[in-house]
């Protein structure tokens, strides 16, 4: 059956000459034999394998089953089922398994919407499986009635024959309160499909014990009844680093950030809220020349995003070398592919070790690259787990029991008992992690970078290590303008004393209704700029942010000239079109108040 399986994988895929890795192996044999399993391997094992290769390997065999050995187990027009956590995600994987030759669709609100408008009854298409033999959908729609429709309908469960959740680790991450629908996952599966199929779940970071008990509870996969496939997660090419940032995350200035940038490697910078995108987003704006192609070289990826858009920047990623650099929230943190990416920088710690351990895993995708990951920590982070790991006196909420109002108003949550220790570690950070997720073999995995003779030691063993590592930018990078730290205009504070005099401040009510006028222009320069084709990614709160509504409200009665306001406007994005048509609706507003006071 094996050879049978690495037959026809090599003959169908001419670019895997070796066939599928022993771990694809074990991993998609199960599935064929209609058994559960559990994969627990490292980002870029090429766990994905679990949604097309047995397609593709049922649908040959029935094609040509005078060429292979006869009895083995089939299924007429197989299709599978892949429950994803982030639309992004299952975007990515549509299109990876099309190059396969394997048809694919993604199940979410804006395919929906579409197959609305066009009149398409998406649930009968799928129930009919006739035209996809894959379907990603997340765990929220599983709900609705039109899969209850599509389980039901006797061709659907005629062909089904496997039900895949990946980044299964989820279940624990989000289920109890974030995105409570994926602790029903088991239930749909168990209580919706037929019992003959394949049960898998797929992770990077799921941590034996407890977490893996968890999602084996969701899930239905009992001991001695399933496959369990646990092999190290670590990153022998991807270098860790942890450092204390220079500054705060809660301004327009992040320059620790730049000679990582500056050496041209291509880079995805995890942020924790939208609104660090897109200050970052700014900022790398700004350090850039007037003439730099700013649009091509920085992308953002969030949910806001469209998902074409988001999807032409991981095209771009791997396919123009003139864009360099990614700003995303977690919605990239799970499962995306984009093989070029070299340099994963995180501001800031995740809530957990899990999550950061998430955001390594987006680079080094190609195992002959040579990839970081950085983290950067605030130190009054690293004063919190040091006082935690001193005194541990109050033991940390459990997600399955936390509930409103379960802590004293004013009191923080305890940290993550292992983000703490990251936190605080100052020997190893690879031999650490390697312990906390039972990296076989522990013998050697636990020891530190020197003593493990690691390739890439973390940033606590480098010195020790002796080693003189050296991250270059690929060869045919091009030869990209150096971020600088934007100047800041030199006359910007005598020109507006403050604060400025109490005549020249708005009243509650003058400041409100300015305020609402500002919004209303923001609007229509971003309604005019969308219809345009312009800046169609950016949401509305970036062509006039709030904080620079607040400085202008704060100066309002101090504008006296168009060449005073267009310092004031130093760090607009739309400074260069739109001064002018701000200016006259300020002074217009002006000329109003002073009126009404007289």
Same mark, same amino acid.
């Given at each position: 059956g094996r050879q049978t399986m690495q037959t026809i994988v090599k003959k169908l895929i001419p670019?895997?000459? =070796?066939?599928?890795?022993?771990?694809? @192996?074990?991993?998609v044999?199960?599935?064929? =034999? /209609?058994?559960?399993?559990?994969c627990c391997t490292a980002t870029g094992d090429g766990k994905s394998a679990a949604f097309s290769i047995p397609i593709l390997i049922l649908n040959e065999y029935n094609k040509n089953q005078q060429l292979y050995p006869a009895g083995l187990?089939?299924?007429?027009?197989?299709?599978?089922l892949v429950i994803m956590p982030t639309k992004g995600l299952a975007s990515n994987i549509v299109l990876e398994?099309?190059?396969? /030759?394997?048809?694919?669709?993604?199940?979410?609100? @804006?395919?929906?919407? @579409?197959?609305?408008? +066009? /009149?398409i009854d998406l649930a009968g298409v799928i129930k009919r499986c006739e035209t996809y033999q894959v379907v990603c959908v997340d765990p929220e729609h599983l709900r609705g009635k039109e899969w209850r429709e599509i389980s039901d309908f006797p061709v659907f469960r005629a062909r089904i024959f496997y039900a895949a959740t990946d980044e299964v680790h989820l279940i624990n991450e989000w289920g109890f309160d974030f995105r409570p629908d994926f602790k029903l996952i088991g239930l749909f599966v168990r209580g919706r499909l037929p019992s003959t199929i394949s049960v898998v779940g797929l992770s990077a970071?799921?941590?034996?014990?407890?977490?893996?008990?968890? %999602?084996?509870?969701?899930l239905g996969l009992y001991e001695n009844r399933f496959h369990l496939i646990r092999r190290t997660n670590e990153r022998p090419n991807v270098q860790f680093i942890m450092k204390v940032l220079g500054h705060g995350l809660s301004g327009y200035s992040f320059p620790d950030i730049l000679p990582i940038l500056n050496s041209g490697r291509k880079a995805v910078i995890h942020c924790p809220t939208l609104d660090m995108v897109f200050r970052l987003y700014v900022f790398i704006w700004r350090c850039q020349s007037s003439t730099a192609d700013k649009a091509r070289r920085t992308r953002m990826y969030t949910s806001l995003c469209p998902a074409k858009y988001n999807e032409e920047t991981l095209r771009l990623l791997d396919e123009d070398p003139y864009c360099q650099i990614v700003i995303a929230t977690i919605a990239f943190s799970n499962g995306i592919?984009?093989? $070029?990416?070299?340099?994963? *920088?995180?501001?800031?710690?995740?809530?957990?070790?899990?999550?950061?351990?998430?955001?390594?895993?987006?680079?080094?995708?190609?195992? @002959?690259?040579?990839?970081?990951?950085? %983290?950067?920590?605030?130190?009054?982070?690293?004063?919190?787990?040091? !006082?935690? *790991?001193a005194n541990p006196t109050t033991a940390p909420v459990s997600k399955s029991? !936390?509930? !409103?109002?379960?802590?004293?108003?004013?009191?923080?949550?305890?940290?993550?008992?292992? !983000?703490a220790r990251m936190l605080t570690e100052t020997s190893c950070y690879n031999a650490l992690v390697n312990d906390y997720y039972g990296n076989p073999p522990l013998e050697t995995t636990t020891l530190d970078c020197v003593a493990a003779n690691r390739p890439l030691p973390c940033s606590n063993c480098i010195s020790r290590s002796k080693k003189n590592l050296v991250f270059a930018s690929p060869p045919g990078t091009p030869s990209f303008e150096t971020l600088a730290l934007p100047v800041a205009p030199? $006359? +910007?504070?005598?020109?507006f004393p403050m604060p400025p005099p109490k005549k020249k401040k708005l009243t509650k009510k003058e400041r409100k209704s300015a305020e609402a006028a500002l919004i209303d222009y923001r609007k229509t320069l971003c309604e005019e700029q969308h219809l345009l084709g312009n800046y169609t990614e950016h949401p509305i709160s970036l062509f006039l942010p709030s904080s620079l509504q607040t400085l202008i409200l704060d100066k309002f009665l101090t504008i006296e000239s168009s060449s005073a306001f267009d310092l004031l406007l130093s760090t607009w994005r739309h400074r260069e079109l739109h001064t002018r048509t701000l200016f006259k609706l300020v002074t217009e507003l002006q000329s109003t108040i002073n009126e009404d006071r007289e």
């Open positions: 670019t895997w000459t =070796d066939g599928l890795r022993p771990v694809q @192996e074990d991993l044999a199960p599935i064929l =034999d /209609g058994e559960d399993i559990l187990r089939t299924r007429l027009n197989p299709v599978g398994l099309i190059k396969l /030759g394997v048809s694919a669709f993604s199940y979410c609100h @804006e395919s929906l919407a @579409e197959a609305r408008r +066009a /009149g970071t799921l941590t034996p014990g407890p977490a893996t008990t968890a %999602v084996c509870e969701t592919n984009a093989r $070029r990416l070299l340099d994963s *920088i995180s501001l800031g710690f995740w809530s957990t070790v899990d999550i950061l351990w998430q955001d390594q895993g987006r680079v080094g995708r190609m195992l @002959e690259s040579t990839a970081r990951g950085i %983290v950067f920590v605030q130190s009054a982070s690293v004063k919190a787990a040091t !006082k935690q *790991i029991k !936390k509930t !409103k109002g379960s802590r004293k108003a004013g009191t923080a949550a305890p940290m993550d008992p292992m !983000k030199a $006359r +910007a504070r005598s020109t």
